[in-house]
């Protein structure tokens, strides 16, 4: 990718203590929500849920800001390299699979892998959580409106812990392919035994992951990963939450 300049770190213990530590928040995350959801959630009312994922999110968003503390501690240098918008117009390395190209501009991947995201997002919950039913919208307009809070705050944490902070405690110490795929499984595997997940979500999720890394990656920024898993957890919440009554 166009933002290496080669290996001047080893991998050290410290390294993946930053890696198990951002995959145990995300399994922490989904655990505490089994425990605190409802077996039905449709027989949860839309402020209860809300009022969960509100302390939920707090609590966590307070994790991640803890994540980023020790990671501007142990690793300032790569901390502050990453630690901006970026450059939303960042050239791109080739990336075939995805129907990238060499040079092609991020301001057009990722609004693409935004409305692509949002689409594949829409269609899963479609299918699989709303049973091929759409709310009415007097249902479905305020469960989209408080799934953007949420969502919202959900993709800060996740872009900090298993993006961001990933990033800058291996950079330049793999290859930035690999980056991209442990954060691509760190957040994407325990997506299996998410609420309303299964393995077609967690590929999903995978696949954001994988881009909205290397978005970072390459333009020094983490705009265009935040947008990237708030398109999916939008169209999730407000999936989730145009089931209950």
Same mark, same amino acid.
């Given at each position: 990718?166009?933002?290496?300049?080669? =290996?001047?770190?080893?991998?050290?213990?410290?390294?993946?203590?930053? $890696?198990?530590?951002?995959?145990?928040?995300?399994?922490?995350?989904?655990?505490?929500?089994?425990?605190?959801?409802? !077996?039905?959630?449709?027989?949860?009312?839309?402020?209860?849920?809300?009022? $969960?994922?509100?302390?939920?999110?707090?609590?966590?968003?307070?994790?991640?800001?803890?994540?980023?503390?020790?990671?501007?501690? =142990?690793?300032?240098?790569?901390?502050?390299? =990453?630690?901006?918008?970026?450059?939303?117009?960042?050239?791109?390395?080739?990336?075939?699979?995805?129907?990238?190209?060499?040079?092609?501009?991020?301001?057009?991947?990722?609004?693409?892998?935004?409305?692509?995201? +949002?689409?594949?997002?829409?269609?899963?919950?479609?299918?699989?959580?709303?049973?091929?039913?759409?709310? !009415?919208?007097?249902?479905?307009?305020?469960?989209?409106?408080f799934a953007a809070l949420l969502a919202a705050g959900s993709a800060f944490t996740v872009t900090a812990i298993t993006r961001f902070g990933l990033v800058?405690?291996?950079?330049?110490?793999?290859?930035?392919?690999?980056?991209?795929?442990?954060?691509?499984?760190?957040?994407?595997?325990?997506?299996?035994?998410? +609420?309303?997940?299964?393995?077609?979500?967690?590929?999903? !999720?995978?696949?954001i992951g994988w881009l909205a890394t290397r978005s970072i990656l390459e333009t020094r920024g983490t705009v265009w990963a935040w947008m990237l898993q708030?398109?999916?957890?939008?169209?999730?919440?407000?999936?989730?939450?145009?089931?209950?009554?």
């Amino acid at each position: 990718m166009n933002n290496a300049v080669g =290996f001047r770190a080893a991998v050290r213990p410290r390294h993946w203590v930053f $890696v198990l530590g951002a995959g145990a928040l995300v399994v922490l995350f989904i655990g505490v929500k089994h425990l605190l959801y409802p !077996a039905d959630l449709r027989l949860t009312s839309l402020k209860d849920i809300v009022q $969960v994922e509100l302390r939920l999110q707090i609590v966590f968003a307070l994790g991640a800001v803890g994540y980023l503390y020790l990671l501007r501690r =142990f690793h300032p240098e790569r901390f502050q390299f =990453f630690d901006a918008a970026g450059n939303l117009r960042a050239r791109a390395d080739a990336a075939p699979l995805f129907g990238i190209r060499r040079g092609d501009s991020w301001l057009h991947i990722g609004a693409g892998t935004a409305l692509i995201s +949002l689409t594949l997002t829409g269609l899963y919950a479609y299918v699989q959580m709303l049973n091929r039913t759409l709310p !009415a919208p007097e249902v479905m307009i305020p469960s989209m409106l408080f799934a953007a809070l949420l969502a919202a705050g959900s993709a800060f944490t996740v872009t900090a812990i298993t993006r961001f902070g990933l990033v800058v405690c291996l950079h330049r110490t793999i290859p930035n392919g690999l980056i991209c795929l442990v954060s691509a499984l760190v957040f994407g595997l325990p997506q299996v035994f998410a +609420l309303q997940s299964g393995w077609l979500s967690a590929l999903l !999720a995978c696949l954001i992951g994988w881009l909205a890394t290397r978005s970072i990656l390459e333009t020094r920024g983490t705009v265009w990963a935040w947008m990237l898993q708030f398109s999916r957890d939008w169209v999730l919440y407000t999936a989730l939450l145009s089931m209950l009554r």
